[in-house]
C-alpha cells in the first residue's frame, strides 16, 4: 500500500510539471479565427489578436531572439495555416508559424 501511494504521488508530480495548458484564443479551433478575422467584429479580431501577440512576446522572452517578421507576416501565414487545418487549435498554428518564421 505504501508502494502504491508513492507511485501514484510521483505520477502525479510528473504529469502536472509535464502538462500545458493553454486557455482562451488559444485553446479554440481554428476555424473560430478565420471567422473572427474574416467577417468578425472589432471586439472578435481583437480576441485573438491580443492573444496571439502576447504568446508571440512570451515566446521571444523564452527563447531570447526576436521573430523575424512583423505582425502582418505573422498574421497571414497563421491565416494560411488555419484555412488548411480548421480543426487544429489556434496554439498549434501559433507555434508553427514561429518556428518557421524564425
Not at 500500500?1 to 510539471?17: A, G, W
Not at 472578435?44 to 512576446?57: E, Q
Not at 522572452?61 to 523575424?68: E, F, P, R, Y
Request: aromatic share 14%; hydrophobic share 45%; with cysteine.
Amino acid at each position: 500500500m505504501r508502494t502504491f501511494i508513492i507511485s501514484i504521488f510521483i505520477f502525479l508530480s510528473v504529469s502536472q510539471v509535464s502538462a500545458q495548458l493553454v486557455y482562451g484564443p488559444g485553446n479554440k479551433p481554428c476555424s473560430d479565427l478565420v471567422k473572427a478575422w474574416e467577417g468578425g467584429s472589432f471586439f472578435d479580431k481583437n480576441f485573438f489578436d491580443s492573444w496571439v501577440s502576447g504568446f508571440v512576446g512570451g515566446a521571444n522572452w523564452v527563447s531570447q531572439q526576436s521573430l523575424h517578421a512583423d505582425e502582418t507576416i505573422f498574421g497571414m501565414e497563421l491565416l494560411k495555416f488555419c484555412k488548411s487545418k480548421p480543426s487544429a487549435k489556434v496554439v498549434e498554428g501559433v507555434m508553427r508559424v514561429y518556428e518557421e518564421l524564425n
